[in-house]
């Protein structure tokens, strides 16, 4: 069984993500979870008192949502889980609540309204593709529930406000202001109009930012699961309004955002809160990579470690590999939608070396050691576009998280002071039908004929046919993990030839094989 998408279940509630397959699902993470508690503490005894897990379920403000929790709750309960509800809530949200425990989260992120969908975790990450698997073979073999006297009582949680006030916490010590100053002052009234997008952003963002001093209009600021005021994925045309909002209010303002006028940036979110878009004082979207880089560079520069690294995919920015080692790090480039897989990896492979693994783990090292710390690496972000992982703070991706620490970061520099040093090149996506079947066969094929057909290009074949050019320049061709196409993104001064002439060779490929 395909359960398992780029990022957890996904689709129609009426087709794919319906009340049988929840509670499948449910009953089947208990199963798994069971079994991995009882590797922890050694075998069960006879009476189920050894591996009963703790599983937190929590939903995005989507219609069905109720439904499709009520199901996951009795899969859970049938199977022998601790069930903790605990309603409404943005996705990071319920990862932070899963810290030492497990969780499900209902939520189709920033697909359409008829659809929903299930993302687990496990202290605080999500299920890696071992986790995934099992839990697939587990619905595949349609496991019956656990004796009756084993089945649990569900228990009610409200972890929000503890989740707010950790993320407060953490933006409000980041290193961002002056070397005598270095935890910098609030945000000091910083104006930032935030879009909601009738999301789970709603009951977030806007608290934390307000808590660290900031000033803030909300668009779309009530929960409503049609997502009546926009799509639920924040792109450059759903942000019409917020970006026409900023622009409009900046007019004539001679420092945006201070002293009571304009906006000094707009945020939009998606349905869940992981993903964040920021769009600048002009009301123009700020490209997803360029604030990756930022965000990168602030990460390496402020970590004060030997070995700071960066874990991205493939499709990212150059941009971010040149803010990122100019700062004194490096990036290691991971598959897409699978960040949680590429921190665990670097750590596994820093621990097998004897170094530090833990950003944690270096709370007491001064920036002024990390040239002496020869035995430090840490991996201190991982992003993919849109979405962002804080390793210091927690293993998630967290768009609450991100808008505070760049709102702090905004409010000592501005964001065009941040934006200035990034090299923005033009950037391009494009899709090339391709039937599910045939992608085997035509990735195989173009790990050859794409080297051949741009000889000058470093090749890197980990995920997808990546081609780096001399000009730094680059292409990178990967199938699509949940529709029929093979995607060709190109970064380039001349980007749109790089990329007519890559997708040509992918054509031809795809009509020899399809």
């Known amino acids: 069984m395909g359960l398992f998408g780029t990022a957890g279940v996904r689709g129609s509630a009426e087709t794919r993500v319906t009340p049988a397959l929840a509670l499948q699902v449910g009953r089947a993470v208990a199963a798994v979870a069971r079994n991995h508690e009882r590797d922890a503490v050694g075998t069960a005894t006879t009476d189920g008192s050894h591996g009963q897990p703790e599983v937190v379920v929590a939903r995005d403000g989507r219609v069905t949502g109720p439904a499709l929790a009520a199901a996951v709750e009795a899969g859970l309960a049938a199977g022998g889980a601790q069930v903790t509800r605990v309603g409404q809530l943005p996705t990071p949200a319920l990862a932070y609540a899963s810290r030492g425990r497990y969780g499900v ?115 779309n600021g009530n929960v409503d699961g049609h997502f009546p005021g926009r799509g639920s994925k924040p792109t450059p045309e759903t942000l019409a309004d917020l970006r026409a909002f900023v622009a409009d209010a900046n007019v004539g303002v001679e420092d945006p955002g201070r002293d009571g006028a304009g906006f000094a940036f707009g945020i939009g979110h998606d349905g869940d809160a992981d993903r964040i878009v920021i769009v600048d004082a002009d009301g123009a979207v700020v490209h997803e990579d360029t604030v990756l880089a930022i965000l990168a560079e602030h990460y390496v520069d402020s970590s004060g470690v030997a070995d700071p690294v960066v874990v991205t995919t493939p499709n990212a920015s150059a941009r971010i590999d040149e803010r990122v080692e100019a700062a004194g790090g490096r990036v290691e480039r ?177 009509d020899a094989v399809a």
């Open 105 to 219: 989260m209902l939520t189709a992120s920033h697909n359409p309204p008829s659809d929903n969908g299930i993302k687990l975790f496990v202290d605080g990450v999500e299920f890696d593709r071992q986790h995934e698997r099992a839990v697939e073979d587990r619905v595949d073999a349609d496991d019956p529930p656990v004796s009756w006297d084993r089945w649990t009582t569900p228990v009610t949680g409200d972890p929000l406000d503890s989740y707010l006030a950790a993320v407060e916490a953490y933006a409000r010590e980041l290193p961002v202001g002056t070397p005598t100053d270095p935890a910098g002052v609030d945000l000091d009234g910083l104006r930032i109009a935030v879009d909601c997008g009738n999301g789970m952003a709603a009951p977030a963002t806007p608290t934390v930012l307000r808590e660290l001093g900031a000033t803030v209009v909300t668009l």
């Open 334 to 510: 991971v598959r897409l939608g699978a960040l949680h897989e590429g921190v665990a990896a670097v750590r596994e492979n820093t621990a097998d070396a004897g170094r530090v693994a833990d950003p944690r783990a270096d709370d007491d090292l001064a920036t002024d050691d990390r040239h002496t710390a020869t035995d430090r690496t840490v991996v201190v972000f991982a992003a993919e576009p849109w979405k962002h992982v804080h390793p210091a703070f927690g293993g998630w991706i967290d768009g609450v998280c991100s808008a505070a620490v760049l709102a702090r970061l905004v409010s000592t520099v501005g964001l065009e002071g941040l934006r200035e040093p990034v090299t923005e090149r033009p950037y391009r996506k494009v899709s090339v039908d391709c039937p599910d079947e045939a992608k085997t066969t035509v990735m195989n094929r173009l790990t050859a004929r794409l080297p051949s057909a741009f000889p000058s290009a470093a090749v890197d074949t980990d995920h997808g046919v990546r081609l780096e050019f001399p000009d730094a320049s680059w292409a990178l061709v990967r199938p699509s993990g949940t529709e029929p196409y093979v995607r060709v993104y190109a970064e380039s001064d001349a980007v749109d030839e790089l990329t007519e002439d890559v997708r040509e060779v992918v054509e031809a490929t795809v």
